[in-house]
């Protein structure tokens, strides 16, 4: 157990890559107007690893995400789920690989307010059309701490409650990575550190591989590693951050950028 | 409040845009019925008023003095020509009309019966008759000579000189054209036929020798139309009256107006239930506008508006939507107009042509439906508005309607059902006459009262589609709970397509029912094997009946004749059927006597009439007959009246004598070997292959009947298009906002895999669920309606017979089907594009 959540410095692991970029850049506009969200970003995501995506707004923290997990296009570069290539992908195919190989956690939960908690949590796997896993769902959803709470309609649960549905749904297809968007965004900070608890625990112990995009550096804390983007590139990587770290951090870029 | 209404509009153009076009197609549909019912009757107003121009005083037999029984020909050569000496009068010209059939070159029939006439030719002292101008060649001026209108002429290739058929009552004619003339004549100007005949031979054909229908009067220079008539009345006997040109026109014009008034209305009535499927959507849209921008509406509250201020800004945006809409459909119903003249057109209908009219009223009246109703729709929903507290501004809840209320809702709703399906059961027990009242009112309660259910209805039924839609995996779980989501949105745009439904469907069930009952009791009641009538149900001359006897395969013959009689101070039609025949021909049940006694002054009744009279097998009573003779008639039999023959009927050889005119209205004939086609063809020879005579068998007869009710189906079916169609526009505008509102839980479906098929899939098997129950709720209201008023009919058409037509209800079904899928085309495909990543983030 120890072993895993030693950090190891990007491009340096001997370790597999869950999800990797190489050179990727997003650029908005053209001439003048041109916007390069991202420049040139390369960076693996270890499996077994959960990392914390940090930085000032603008930085292009949440944009890295969105081309990583296929949700957006990238302008060059080439970003990786496993072995596969996304940027050649087709829509069809690019679905199809977000569907078995990557689960989200949305800032705003995003649940079908018309399914039940069980039926959110098993809607990938009724999207693939494949079987539910009845052992692993129950150990999912004991990790999560939802038992009981199963029958109940988004509605009926409160918002810490929703997400760890949304965490919940995110592992119960195993996928080889789960993306979260500021997935405690919307939550207080008692349920925020529940969740991150959870997302800790599914990496510990259910050996899931985990990013998140966060401003908040006591989230970021529950990270193994912690990368920080500023105007579209990598500026710093850190190994077990804690809050502390982590805000010293975040306050150099704002010195940083206040003078240059 | 104005500007903010306003804005409003203009940014929710894309989301009313449905909405408007639901308005719009209703408004169309008024102004396009007004423009173009003014249209025709400004048209047909001007070919009137010219036809009438040559007419100072009409001399006319008198309606008022009933020409009952016994009456004196009114108006007789020796009339026209004293009235052509009185002072004051230029020219005295008589008139004689009627039906008359012209053939085409390969034999057919010109035109379409009733607009094919026949007059007289009434040459004047110059040998003229200023109605009629020859263009080529000469007047007709004995039997056998014909002119034809110039518009004819044209379209049958007939030229003078050329050899003609014609017939007017029955019998073949071969005539020749000895003229073309053009006149202002106003059937003519309709597209209409007229053949002139010289005046003795019209005479002959229209009327009896020497005799009038009409006689017309110009007055010379300086007398008045109504001197004139004055004048003319001192010479006329009491059985004919003097009608100035000018009451002539204005009666015409008159009856034009009534005539086209039913039309309007009842085109008006189509229209009225598109704008009230529309009502439903209007209702639905400014409910999701309102229920969307709660917080707006909260926040205007918040910062001092008052209720109604808030209501008063959604009204305002209401009309702004209904004045746009009334004035685009305005112009359609213009563009509707043009295109239901071209449509009458080519339906072989010719209307007179002319500018369309669009009239002040018919402006006014399409502004004022298009904001009225569009402003009543909203009420509610502006109303609900007013209602949103301040403090819906801070919250971050979503105003999502719930299914509190429904309680109340449904228990009203089952009331009005149970009432309105009470009174309908009851009316089913009346009284054709008396079933009306409660029967409409119980239908229309009921109606309300299924409007008022359908959200608590919308769930069972929905979920009997259940096992259907998981065929379809998620697409399918999701398309269900979808439908059900929000069972007052679907309720209403389920309602809005199960009101065309129900009305095609209850009318289709009754249409079924009476054609199938008119055909069995043709079947029931005839034993002949044809049935020769004329093509345009007028009479047939006796000529028809005797060539028909002469043919050798031709076993039994009777005519059917009619004739008034007075009997007991009542007007009776009596009649006149071969005696020696007739039992072949008819199939009659006698519950007292029977045929063997028929002949002579022994005559059968039917069991009704002899009920009224007090009549049985061997009573007397006497008859006063067309001409006035009086003759002692005795029952010999008594059968069952159906609604094909219910009548005194007596024989020929005894009634023949006394008629005006003798002639038939239809001849029944029995042939040696029954139906064939040899027999047919045979019996069409021997009349001469005549155009305007139909010799009929049973299946032909049947296959009329058929031809006759598809026709009116078909017209119901197209009236009623309008109301399915602003539906369809309901279920669009209802997709599309679900879309719009639904945006970010599809983005998430987007990107945990669900792709873009899928995903259209969803949408549009939701918009087929929703259209489906209303499909099935208004078939089934359609089925129950159709039997509740076909008991009505059965007790007036005995062999009325419920027949369900299974084939069309599922083609009906198919077609809410059909519906959904195409309703779901636009909104699943926005579905599908919407942007993931702004969908996700917009919360």
Same mark, same amino acid.
């Given at each position: 157990?120890?072993?895993?959540?030693q950090p190891?410095p990007?491009?340096?692991?001997?370790?597999l890559?869950?999800?990797?970029?190489?050179?990727?850049s997003?650029?908005?506009?053209?001439? &003048?107007?041109?916007?390069?969200?991202?420049?040139?970003v390369?960076?693996?995501f270890?499996?077994?690893?959960?990392?914390?995506?940090?930085?000032?707004?603008g930085?292009?923290?949440?944009?890295?995400?969105?081309?990583?997990?296929?949700?957006?296009s990238?302008?060059s570069?080439?970003?990786?789920?496993?072995?596969?290539?996304?940027?050649?992908?087709?829509e069809?195919?690019?679905?199809?690989?977000r569907?078995?190989?990557i689960?989200?956690?949305?800032?705003a939960?995003?649940?079908?307010?018309?399914?039940n908690?069980? &039926?959110?949590?098993?809607?990938?796997?009724?999207?693939?059309g494949?079987k539910?896993?009845?052992?692993?769902?129950?150990?999912?959803? =004991?990790?999560?701490?939802?038992?009981?709470?199963l029958g109940?309609?988004?509605?009926?649960?409160?918002?810490?409650?929703?997400?760890?549905?949304?965490?919940?749904?995110?592992l119960?297809?195993r996928?080889?990575i789960?993306?979260?968007?500021?997935?405690?965004?919307?939550?207080?900070?008692?349920?925020?550190s &529940?969740?991150?608890g959870?997302?800790?625990?599914?990496?510990?112990?259910?050996?899931q591989?985990?990013?998140?995009?966060t401003?908040?550096?006591?989230?970021?804390s529950y =990270?193994?590693?912690?990368v920080?983007?500023?105007?579209?590139?990598?500026?710093?990587d850190?190994? =077990?951050?804690?809050?502390e770290?982590?805000?010293e951090?975040?306050?150099?870029?704002?010195?940083k950028g206040?003078t240059s | 409040?104005l500007?903010t209404?306003v804005? %409003?509009?203009?940014?929710?153009?894309?989301?009313l845009?449905?909405?408007?076009?639901a308005?719009?197609?209703?408004?169309?549909?008024?102004?396009?019925?007004?423009?173009?019912?003014s249209t025709?009757?400004t048209?047909f107003?001007?070919?009137?008023?010219?036809?009438?121009?040559?007419?100072?005083?009409a001399?006319?037999?008198?309606?008022?003095?009933?020409?009952?029984?016994?009456d004196?020909?009114?108006?007789?050569?020796?009339?026209?020509e004293e009235?052509?000496?009185?002072?004051?009068v230029?020219?005295?010209?008589?008139?004689?009309?009627?039906?008359?059939?012209?053939?085409?070159?390969d034999?057919?029939l010109?035109?379409?019966g009733?607009?094919?006439?026949?007059?007289?030719?009434?040459?004047?002292?110059?040998?003229?008759d200023?109605?009629?101008?020859? $263009?080529?060649?000469?007047?007709?001026?004995?039997?056998?000579?014909?002119?034809?209108?110039a518009?004819?002429?044209?379209?049958?290739?007939?030229e003078v000189?050329?050899t003609?058929?014609t017939?007017v009552?029955?019998?073949?004619?071969?005539?020749?054209?000895?003229?073309?003339?053009?006149t202002?004549d106003?059937n003519v100007?309709?597209?209409?036929?007229?053949?002139l005949?010289?005046?003795a031979?019209?005479?002959?054909?229209?009327?009896?020798p020497?005799?009038f229908?009409?006689i017309?009067?110009t007055?010379?220079?300086?007398?008045?139309?109504?001197?004139l008539r004055?004048?003319?009345?001192?010479?006329?006997?009491?059985?004919?009256? !003097?009608?100035?040109g000018?009451?002539l026109?204005?009666?015409?014009?008159?009856?034009?107006?009534e005539?086209?008034?039913?039309? $309007?209305?009842?085109?008006?009535?189509?229209?009225?239930?598109?704008?009230?499927v529309?009502?439903?959507?209007?209702?639905?849209?400014?409910?999701?506008?309102?229920?969307?921008?709660?917080k707006?509406?909260?926040?205007m509250?918040?910062?001092?508006a008052? $209720?109604?201020?808030?209501t008063?800004?959604?009204l305002i945006?209401?009309?702004?939507?209904?004045?746009?809409?009334?004035?685009?459909?305005?112009?359609?119903g213009?563009?509707?107009?043009?295109?239901?003249r071209a @449509?009458m057109?080519s339906?072989?209908?010719?209307?007179?042509?002319?500018p369309?009219?669009?009239t002040?009223?018919?402006?006014?009246?399409?502004?004022?439906?298009?904001?009225?109703?569009t402003?009543?729709?909203?009420?509610?929903?502006?109303?609900?508005?007013?209602?949103?507290?301040?403090?819906?501004?801070?919250?971050?809840l979503?105003?999502?309607p719930?299914?509190?209320g429904?309680?109340?809702? %449904?228990?009203?709703?089952?009331?009005?059902?149970a009432?309105?399906?009470?009174?309908?059961?009851?009316?089913t027990?009346?009284?054709? +006459?008396?079933?009306?009242?409660?029967?409409?009112l119980?239908?229309a309660?009921?109606?309300?009262?299924v409007?008022?259910?359908?959200?608590? @209805?919308?769930?069972?039924?929905?979920?009997?589609?259940?096992?259907?839609?998981?065929?379809?995996?998620?697409?399918g779980?999701?398309?269900?709970?979808?439908?059900v989501r929000?069972?007052?949105?679907?309720?209403?745009?389920a309602?809005?397509?199960?009101?065309?439904?129900?009305?095609i469907?209850g009318l289709?069930v @009754? !249409?079924?029912?009476?054609?199938?009952?008119?055909?069995?009791?043709? !079947?029931?009641?005839l034993?002949a094997?044809?049935?020769?009538?004329?093509?345009?149900f007028?009479?047939?001359?006796?000529?028809?009946e005797?060539?028909?006897?002469?043919?050798e395969?031709?076993t039994?013959?009777?005519?059917?004749?009619?004739?008034?009689?007075?009997i007991?101070?009542?007007?009776e039609?009596?009649?006149?059927?071969?005696?020696?025949h007739?039992?072949?021909?008819?199939?009659?049940?006698?519950?007292?006597?029977?045929?063997?006694a028929?002949?002579g002054?022994?005559?059968v009744?039917?069991?009704?009439t002899?009920?009224?009279?007090?009549?049985?097998v061997g009573?007397?009573?006497?008859?006063?007959?067309? +001409?006035?003779? $009086?003759?002692e008639?005795?029952?010999?039999?008594?059968?069952?009246?159906?609604?094909m023959?219910?009548?005194?009927?007596?024989?020929?050889?005894?009634?023949?004598?006394?008629?005006?005119?003798?002639?038939s209205?239809?001849?029944?004939?029995k042939?040696?070997?029954g139906?064939?086609?040899?027999?047919q063809?045979a019996?069409?020879?021997?009349?001469g292959?005549?155009?305007?005579?139909?010799?009929?068998?049973?299946?032909?007869?049947?296959?009329?009947?058929?031809? @006759?009710f598809?026709?009116m189906?078909n017209?119901?079916?197209?009236?009623?298009?309008?109301a399915?169609?602003?539906?369809?526009?309901?279920v669009?505008?209802t997709?599309?906002?679900?879309?719009?509102?639904?945006?970010?839980e599809?983005?998430?479906?987007?990107?945990?895999?669900?792709?873009?098929?899928?995903v259209?899939?969803m949408?549009?098997?939701?918009?087929v669920?929703?259209?489906l129950?209303?499909?099935?709720?208004?078939?089934?209201?359609?089925v129950?309606?159709?039997?509740a008023?076909g008991?009505?009919?059965?007790?007036?058409l005995?062999?009325?017979?419920?027949?369900l037509?299974w084939?069309?209800?599922a083609?009906?079904l198919?077609?809410a089907?059909?519906v959904?899928?195409l309703a779901?085309?636009?909104?699943?495909?926005?579905?599908?594009?919407?942007?993931m990543?702004?969908a996700?983030?917009?919360?």
């Amino acid at each position: 157990m120890t072993t895993s959540i030693q950090p190891v410095p990007a491009g340096l692991s001997g370790g597999l890559a869950a999800a990797s970029a190489t050179d990727l850049s997003k650029v908005y506009g053209a001439g &003048e107007t041109r916007v390069a969200a991202l420049d040139r970003v390369s960076l693996d995501f270890r499996q077994g690893e959960f990392t914390a995506i940090m930085g000032p707004s603008g930085s292009g923290k949440s944009t890295l995400m969105h081309c990583m997990a296929g949700l957006d296009s990238v302008s060059s570069g080439s970003a990786r789920i496993g072995d596969t290539e996304l940027t050649t992908l087709k829509e069809k195919k690019l679905t199809q690989l977000r569907r078995d190989k990557i689960g989200f956690i949305f800032q705003a939960f995003n649940l079908l307010p018309t399914l039940n908690a069980l &039926e959110n949590i098993t809607l990938p796997l009724d999207i693939a059309g494949r079987k539910v896993d009845r052992a692993w769902l129950d150990q999912v959803v =004991s990790t999560v701490g939802l038992s009981g709470r199963l029958g109940h309609r988004p509605s009926q649960l409160s918002g810490g409650q929703q997400q760890r549905v949304a965490v919940a749904r995110a592992l119960a297809s195993r996928p080889e990575i789960i993306f979260g968007d500021e997935p405690t965004g919307n939550l207080d900070s008692r349920a925020g550190s &529940e969740v991150l608890g959870f997302l800790r625990n599914s990496v510990r112990e259910l050996g899931q591989t985990v990013v998140i995009v966060t401003h908040d550096p006591v989230a970021a804390s529950y =990270s193994d590693r912690v990368v920080f983007l500023a105007d579209g590139r990598i500026v710093d990587d850190m190994a =077990s951050p804690t809050a502390e770290k982590v805000l010293e951090r975040m306050k150099g870029f704002d010195a940083k950028g206040r003078t240059s | 409040m104005l500007r903010t209404a306003v804005r %409003n509009v203009l940014a929710h153009k894309a989301r009313l845009l449905m909405t408007m076009l639901a308005v719009l197609l209703g408004v169309a549909f008024v102004s396009g019925t007004l423009v173009f019912t003014s249209t025709l009757s400004t048209a047909f107003q001007k070919s009137s008023e010219k036809g009438f121009d040559h007419v100072d005083v009409a001399v006319l037999p008198d309606s008022s003095q009933s020409s009952g029984p016994g009456d004196a020909p009114a108006l007789s050569q020796r009339l026209l020509e004293e009235a052509a000496a009185l002072p004051g009068v230029a020219e005295a010209t008589g008139s004689v009309s009627g039906f008359a059939a012209l053939a085409d070159k390969d034999g057919k029939l010109v035109g379409q019966g009733w607009s094919t006439l026949g007059a007289n030719h009434y040459a004047g002292e110059d040998g003229r008759d200023d109605r009629y101008t020859m $263009r080529d060649g000469r007047a007709p001026e004995r039997d056998g000579e014909i002119a034809l209108d110039a518009k004819t002429a044209e379209r049958t290739g007939y030229e003078v000189g050329d050899t003609v058929r014609t017939s007017v009552n029955g019998p073949v004619r071969s005539e020749k054209v000895t003229g073309i003339f053009t006149t202002d004549d106003g059937n003519v100007a309709a597209g209409g036929t007229l053949v002139l005949f010289d005046t003795a031979t019209a005479q002959r054909l229209y009327a009896a020798p020497g005799e009038f229908a009409e006689i017309t009067l110009t007055a010379a220079p300086g007398t008045s139309q109504a001197a004139l008539r004055g004048a003319v009345e001192e010479i006329l006997p009491k059985t004919a009256e !003097a009608v100035t040109g000018e009451k002539l026109a204005a009666d015409q014009s008159r009856a034009i107006e009534e005539e086209l008034s039913g039309m $309007r209305t009842g085109m008006l009535v189509f229209a009225g239930i598109a704008l009230f499927v529309g009502v439903f959507i209007i209702a639905n849209t400014f409910t999701m506008l309102v229920a969307q921008r709660t917080k707006e509406l909260a926040l205007m509250r918040a910062v001092g508006a008052s $209720r109604r201020q808030v209501t008063r800004s959604v009204l305002i945006e209401a009309l702004v939507v209904g004045a746009v809409a009334g004035v685009t459909g305005l112009a359609a119903g213009v563009g509707v107009a043009a295109g239901l003249r071209a @449509l009458m057109g080519s339906l072989g209908v010719t209307v007179p042509d002319g500018p369309l009219t669009v009239t002040g009223t018919t402006v006014l009246v399409s502004l004022a439906v298009g904001t009225v109703i569009t402003v009543l729709a909203a009420w509610l929903p502006a109303r609900r508005a007013a209602k949103i507290p301040p403090v819906a501004a801070m919250s971050s809840l979503h105003a999502t309607p719930t299914t509190r209320g429904l309680v109340v809702r %449904n228990s009203i709703g089952s009331v009005l059902v149970a009432a309105g399906a009470g009174l309908v059961l009851l009316g089913t027990g009346m009284d054709a +006459d008396a079933a009306k009242g409660p029967m409409g009112l119980g239908a229309a309660v009921m109606v309300i009262g299924v409007f008022v259910l359908t959200p608590l @209805l919308s769930r069972p039924l929905i979920a009997a589609a259940g096992p259907l839609l998981r065929l379809f995996g998620v697409s399918g779980k999701l398309a269900r709970q979808n439908a059900v989501r929000n069972p007052r949105r679907t309720a209403a745009t389920a309602s809005a397509l199960m009101i065309g439904l129900t009305l095609i469907t209850g009318l289709t069930v @009754l !249409a079924g029912g009476a054609q199938k009952g008119i055909e069995k009791m043709t !079947a029931e009641s005839l034993t002949a094997d044809y049935v020769v009538s004329m093509a345009n149900f007028s009479t047939l001359s006796p000529e028809v009946e005797e060539k028909l006897a002469a043919d050798e395969r031709v076993t039994a013959v009777s005519p059917l004749r009619s004739s008034p009689a007075e009997i007991d101070g009542d007007t009776e039609w009596v009649m006149g059927v071969s005696g020696e025949h007739i039992g072949d021909l008819l199939s009659m049940d006698f519950t007292d006597g029977s045929l063997a006694a028929f002949g002579g002054t022994k005559v059968v009744v039917d069991d009704e009439t002899a009920e009224r009279y007090g009549w049985e097998v061997g009573s007397t009573f006497p008859a006063t007959f067309e +001409d006035g003779e $009086r003759g002692e008639l005795t029952v010999a039999g008594v059968y069952e009246g159906n609604e094909m023959v219910r009548s005194i009927m007596l024989d020929t050889s005894l009634l023949d004598p006394h008629m005006q005119r003798v002639d038939s209205m239809q001849v029944l004939v029995k042939a040696e070997g029954g139906v064939s086609e040899a027999t047919q063809s045979a019996l069409e020879a021997a009349l001469g292959d005549n155009p305007a005579i139909l010799v009929q068998d049973k299946e032909a007869m049947s296959e009329a009947i058929a031809s @006759l009710f598809t026709f009116m189906l078909n017209m119901l079916y197209g009236l009623l298009a309008m109301a399915v169609i602003v539906a369809v526009l309901g279920v669009v505008n209802t997709l599309a906002m679900s879309v719009f509102e639904r945006s970010s839980e599809i983005g998430m479906l987007r990107a945990i895999g669900l792709d873009r098929r899928a995903v259209k899939r969803m949408v549009r098997l939701e918009s087929v669920v929703i259209s489906l129950f209303g499909g099935v709720m208004g078939i089934g209201l359609g089925v129950f309606f159709g039997w509740a008023a076909g008991e009505i009919i059965g007790s007036v058409l005995t062999t009325y017979e419920l027949v369900l037509p299974w084939g069309r209800m599922a083609l009906f079904l198919a077609l809410a089907g059909v519906v959904g899928v195409l309703a779901a085309l636009w909104p699943a495909r926005r579905a599908a594009r919407l942007n993931m990543l702004a969908a996700i983030k917009a919360e």
